[in-house]
C-alpha cells in the first residue's frame, strides 16, 4: 500500500496535471475515506501546493509543485555555473563526495571536468554520472534503485539502503528552499529522504542554491541549517544568509566576472 508521503505526492501531481480534483474521485483512486483525503489534502493546503474549494481541490497559488526538471535546468544556468565552480574549488582531492542530483549539482559535476582530484563520487543523479563516469582516477558508484521519471535520479529503499554502507567526507546537496527557520527543503518526499541519508553519512555538507531558493520552504525538510558547513549563492543580501552564518556555516557568494567571497570577505 503507498505511505502517505507517496499518496499526498501523487494527489498534488494530479491536481498539478488536470488544475482540480474531487474528494470522492482521489478517495476512491487511492482506496482511502474522503476524510483521509480531506486530511492530506490539508497538509498539502498547509504548504502552499493546492487549495481547498467545497468538495475538491484546485491547484494552489503559493509555493506550487515541482517544476519539469528541464524548466529548472534553464533557470539561472549562469549562477548555477559559478557555483558549481566555486563548490568544485572546495573539494580536496582524494575525498569521497556524493553528489546530488539537481541542476546545480549537475553543474557541480561538470566544473569537476578535467580537475584530476582523484575523487569517489556516490550519486542518484544518472546525468552526474555520465558527466563524470569517463574522468581520469575518478570512480563513480551510480545508487541502485527506481528511476524517477524526468529527474533521471535515483530514489527509495534500496537506494538509501545502498548508501547506508558508505562514508563520505562530503555531501554536495541541492535543494529547493533554503530557509532561515525551516532550513532545507524540498518538493519529493522520497528525494528528500535520500538527502537526508546523505547527511547522516557525510562528514561535510555544502548545499548550492541560487538566489530564487533563498527564503523558499517546500514540503519536506531535509535538515537543519546548523547542519550545513558552506552554503554557496548568487546573492550577497539576504537574511537566510545571516541566518546560515549565525548556524556555523561559511557562506561563498559568487557574481558575475568577480572572484568569490568568503562571509563578505574575498577569499
Avoid: W
Amino acid at each position: 500500500m503507498m505511505d502517505v508521503d507517496e499518496r499526498r505526492t501523487r494527489i498534488g501531481q494530479i491536481v498539478s496535471e488536470h488544475g482540480e480534483a474531487a474528494f470522492a474521485s482521489l478517495a476512491a483512486d487511492f482506496g482511502v475515506s474522503e476524510m483521509t483525503i480531506r486530511r492530506d489534502v490539508e497538509a498539502l493546503e498547509k504548504a502552499g501546493l493546492v487549495r481547498r474549494i467545497f468538495g475538491g481541490v484546485i491547484a494552489g497559488s503559493g509555493m506550487g509543485l515541482e517544476p519539469p526538471y528541464g524548466q529548472r535546468a534553464g533557470r539561472e544556468v549562469g549562477s548555477k555555473d559559478r557555483i558549481g565552480a566555486a563548490i568544485a574549488d572546495a573539494l580536496r582531492p582524494g575525498e569521497t563526495v556524493f553528489l546530488d542530483s539537481g541542476s546545480t549539482v549537475a553543474a557541480v559535476a561538470h566544473a569537476l571536468q578535467g580537475r584530476d582530484l582523484g575523487l569517489t563520487v556516490l550519486t542518484p543523479s544518472i546525468q552526474v554520472a555520465v558527466a563524470l563516469a569517463d574522468e581520469p582516477g575518478t570512480r563513480v558508484i551510480l545508487l541502485g534503485g527506481e528511476v524517477r521519471a524526468g529527474e533521471l535520479s535515483i530514489i527509495g529503499h534500496d537506494a538509501e539502503q545502498m548508501l547506508a554502507r558508505y562514508n563520505c567526507d562530503t555531501f554536495v546537496a541541492g535543494v529547493a528552499g533554503v530557509d532561515p527557520v525551516k532550513g532545507l527543503t524540498e518538493y519529493h518526499p522520497q528525494e528528500a529522504s535520500i538527502k537526508r541519508a546523505a547527511v547522516a553519512r557525510s562528514a561535510r555538507v555544502i548545499v548550492g542554491a541560487d538566489s530564487t531558493k533563498l527564503g523558499q520552504v517546500f514540503l519536506v525538510t531535509v535538515a537543519a541549517l546548523d547542519q550545513v558547513a558552506m552554503l554557496v549563492t548568487d546573492s550577497s543580501d539576504h537574511p537566510t544568509l545571516a541566518a546560515a552564518r549565525e548556524a556555523g556555516a561559511s557562506v561563498i557568494t559568487v557574481s558575475d566576472g568577480n572572484p568569490p567571497y568568503l562571509n563578505g570577505n574575498e577569499q
